[in-house]
C-alpha cells in the first residue's frame, strides 16, 4: 500500500506550510482562503485545513511513511 493523500487540520497554516517545505521539501501548488494543497516529488498530497480549535487527537493516533528528511533528525530534535 502506498499512502497517496492525507488531511490535517491545523491551528497556524502558514507555520505547518513552512515546517512540511523545511523538513520534507513539500511544495504549494494549490493556496485557497482556508485550504493549502502541498506536494512531493513522488505525488503524495498533503492537505492543511485552517481550523482555531482542531478538536483533541486520540491518544493512539499517528501515520508512518517512509521519508528521506533535507535535514539529519537529530536537529529537529536539539530544536
Known sequence: MKLTHLHLNVRDRPASEKFYAA???????RREERMTLLTDEEGFELDLKDDDQPGPMPSWFH?????RLRRPWSTFIEG
Open 63 to 67: 501515520f508512518g511513511i517512509g521519508y
Open 23 to 29: 523538513w520534507l521539501g513539500m511544495s504549494v501548488p
